[in-house]
């Protein structure tokens, strides 16, 4: 009689204590006894089956879940719905964390001194969050520390490289730099932009006057340039309309900035400017509501959508693209596949795809979309080379 129960209870011992499995281990004591009293079994065999019972019916611990990454953002100036840099890396992280059941979260900090981010990465870090992805090169100097004091964390600076203040890049093995060649971008929606006005002047609005922001005015430059000397175009880009306002937060500047462009008979301007270009957006939005022509080149993501002003008529006419998200969400992926990329700069390009205009633009021509698609081609190729120093352009 006890041999059954046995069997009973040793198929049972891998599923932990159950209320089956407590009855079980009351009815083995109840048959050692039994079997004791009368079989005359010796006390040695009774007490290694009293033994047996009793560590059958303790309760096992289960096996510790592996910990989920949890990864952690910190805003550069302006809001997570900037339309622009922030809105874009954070829709990466999102996305990630959709994809892989990640828990995200983003932290605003009061300011934007490298005081400010280091405590929100901290704040961060204490909470768990040890994947952290940082939009901008303010915080170049943050990372620079933050790789060293959070040795077990894993960082992603986008636009930026780790330096001590001395601007020598020390990317530690536990940090991954991404740039991305925003002249390129820039070049190709100046191509589309002038393609499809065909005359008239041009404006650009930057926020503040750092190398990503200069590197998409001058790739637009010489993207109108070239659509001017090669594709019939002519459109003139002057001075007084190429300016950066000095922040990326200011939205009453940049929809005073693009008024004052369009009083002066520009017609479309390019707006590199995070909240400052949310502006411009505004005023272009007004205008065109007003049954006025005011068109937007949006910047970083396709910000089609935020110039909507009638039903899915939108005011962007095609947006200068890099990758943002894409970026955000590969570097998350690497990690939980073991090949993130620590110690390296990346960069994104035409050439990898990793900036451009729209796969869709509803305000340009199939004939337009399909020159700017062989543009763009012969910038993969290498046969049109785009210049990321300013030279004798604008600004």
């Known amino acids: 009689m006890v041999a059954p129960v046995l069997r009973g209870w040793l198929a049972n011992t891998a599923g932990g204590t159950t209320p089956r499995t407590e009855a079980l281990c009351v009815r083995?004591?109840?048959n050692v006894k039994e079997t004791f009293m009368k079989s005359k079994i010796s006390i040695l065999l009774v007490g290694l089956m009293v033994v047996?019972?009793?560590a059958g019916?303790?309760?096992k611990e289960a096996p510790a879940a592996a910990p989920s990454l949890k990864v952690g953002m910190v805003t550069d100036a302006g809001t997570i719905d900037d339309k622009s840099f922030n809105q874009g890396t954070w829709e990466g992280v999102v996305r990630a964390g959709t994809e892989f059941k990640l828990d995200t979260k983003y932290l605003k900090p009061s300011g934007t001194t490298e005081a400010d981010y280091l405590k929100e990465i901290g704040n961060l870090y204490d909470a768990g969050y040890k994947f952290v992805v940082t939009p901008g090169f303010k915080f170049e100097t943050t990372i620079f520390q933050a790789q060293t004091k959070y040795a077990d964390a894993k960082f992603v600076l986008i636009d930026g490289s780790p330096h001590a203040g001395d601007w020598k890049s020390v990317v530690g093995p536990n940090t991954v730099s991404i740039f991305f060649a925003e002249?390129?971008?820039g070049f190709v929606a100046g191509v589309a932009a002038a393609l499809q006005i065909k005359t008239g002047s041009f404006g650009f609005i930057g926020g503040m006057e750092i190398p990503p922001v200069q590197k998409f005015n001058w790739g637009f430059q010489q993207g109108v340039d070239y659509a001017n000397k090669n594709l019939g175009t002519k459109i003139t880009?002057?001075?007084e309309n190429v300016i950066y306002q000095g922040s990326f937060d200011n939205v009453a500047a940049g929809q005073q900035i693009a008024a004052s462009m369009y009083d002066k008979g520009v017609s479309v301007i390019f707006a590199a400017a995070g909240g400052v270009g949310v502006g411009a957006i505004n005023?272009?939005?007004a205008r065109a509501t007003a049954g006025k022509t005011a068109w937007i080149v949006g910047v970083d993501v396709d910000q089609y959508a935020e110039g909507i002003y009638s039903g899915d008529?939108?005011?962007i006419l095609t947006?200068?693209?890099?990758?943002?998200?894409?970026?955000?969400f590969d570097m998350i992926k690497a990690e939980l596949g073991g090949t993130f990329p620590g110690g390296k700069t990346l960069i994104f390009d035409a050439k990898n795809n990793g900036v451009g205009i729209p796969a869709k633009n509803p305000n340009l021509s199939p004939e337009v979309q399909a020159k700017v698609a062989e543009v763009f081609k012969l910038l993969q190729a290498g046969t049109i080379a785009v210049k990321a120093e300013q030279g004798t352009l604008i600004k």
């Open 28 to 30: 083995i004591v109840l």
């Open 52 to 54: 047996l019972a009793i």
């Open 57 to 59: 019916c303790a309760k």
């Open 183 to 185: 002249h390129e971008s």
């Open 237 to 239: 880009m002057k001075a």
């Open 283 to 285: 005023e272009a939005k």
């Open 313 to 315: 008529k939108s005011i």
């Open 319 to 328: 947006s200068a693209m890099k990758g943002i998200d894409v970026a955000a």
